[in-house]
């Protein structure tokens, strides 16, 4: 008899060493719940996880026209896995998205979250990754311009409680994304570009223009 049928008998005579036992009945890769690095370690190794944001790397670009303006560098980033709720990830990730990288570096220095550190780090790897191998100059000249958050890993658990009940746990992972893009950051990247008398009088022409009048040909 195998070790896994012994433990199914036991569990099947014992029920309450549920909790003691279950763990053993886990992968390798789901025993580190709080362990993110050794999570990473095990679980990316057969490439589990987003693959197709690195790949923009790869892209080759044609090439321009003279009198066509020229196309800014980027980088694309990334981190699978990380031990943190997404849905408290985002605050972080809209956070810094249209800052420059030093002002997001030391403006993530200052929150008082688990989520920033990683977004920090992550951060300063593409940074450093544009300067090697992305031709980029001046690794001060980058922004922000797309900064992501992804559902990872999905682990639930049970907890013990008093009076032999027993509680549901979750435990959440996260993937973020980065992308920096060479050059100045727009003054306005959340709100639209403000519009000139005249262009807000042609836009209130245009809906008069476009009214329907009902029951009517």
């Not at 249209?98 to 997001?104: H, P, R």
Request: glycine share 6%; proline share 6%.
């Amino acid at each position: 008899m195998s070790s896994l049928t012994l433990q199914f008998a036991r569990l099947s005579i014992a029920p309450r060493n549920l909790l003691r036992t279950s763990s053993k009945l886990l992968p390798p890769a789901c025993n580190n719940f709080h362990t993110s690095d050794a999570l990473n370690s095990k679980w990316n190794q057969g490439h589990h996880g987003p693959q197709k944001w690195l790949q923009y790397n790869k892209v080759v670009h044609p090439p321009q026209a003279p009198d066509e303006e020229p196309r800014k560098g980027y980088v694309c980033h990334m981190r699978c896995n990380i031990k943190y709720s997404p849905d408290k990830m985002w605050y972080i990730a809209s956070f810094v998205r249209g800052m420059t990288v030093d002002e997001a570096v030391k403006q993530l220095s200052f929150v008082l979250k688990k989520g920033a550190t990683h977004v920090k780090e992550v951060i300063l790897e593409a940074q450093e990754m544009a300067v090697r191998n992305h031709n980029v100059e001046y690794k001060s000249n980058l922004w922000i311009a797309e900064s992501n958050v992804g559902k990872g890993r999905y682990f639930r658990g049970i907890r013990r409680h008093a009076r032999g009940r027993q509680g549901k746990v979750e435990y959440k992972h996260c993937h973020y994304f980065v992308r920096l893009e060479e050059g100045e950051p727009p003054k306005n990247y959340y709100l639209p570009v403000p519009q000139t008398p005249d262009q807000q009088l042609e836009k209130w022409f245009q809906q008069m223009r476009n009214r329907k009048i009902t029951s009517s040909l």
